[in-house]
């Protein structure tokens, strides 16, 4: 049984990091692309990041670039969210995604879903 497993999320202010992570079992996680979708209240759920298996290609929402970082450690099947310079618009349950599909923004081409950690950035 696949799981994924998000940690980290909390209570912050405007300008403050955090740092996500997500713990894969019961799958190859070197052969699935790795990823992390937010949903804000009210809000449809969005693209946040993804990384290859290989970490060789990264990808994120135009919102998030410059801001937060998305890596990966194979041997702990642990990928990771850097958030710097948190907003208030950053508030959102963040999930973890994990697909064979190997590099894509969409949520169909993700096979699993973790059931998501809570950010909320206060101003």
């Known amino acids: 049984q696949v799981q994924l497993v998000e940690s980290g999320g909390g209570l912050v202010q405007a300008g403050d990091s955090l740092r996500l992570s997500c713990a894969a079992s019961?799958?190859?996680?070197?052969?699935?692309?790795m990823g992390w979708f937010r949903q804000a209240p009210g809000k449809e759920r969005e693209f946040v990041a993804v990384i290859s298996r290989n970490s060789a290609f990264k990808d994120y929402a135009d919102s998030v670039k410059g801001r937060f970082t998305i890596s990966r450690n194979n041997a702990k099947n642990t990928v990771y969210l850097q958030m710097n310079s948190l907003k208030p618009e950053d508030t959102a349950v963040y999930y973890c995604?994990?697909?064979?599909?190997?590099?894509?923004?969409?949520?169909?081409?993700?096979?699993?879903w973790g059931k998501g950690t809570l950010v909320t950035v206060s101003s």
């Open positions: 019961g799958l190859t996680f070197s052969s699935n692309a």
């Open positions: 995604t994990a697909g064979k599909t190997p590099f894509t923004r969409r949520e169909d081409g993700m096979d699993y």
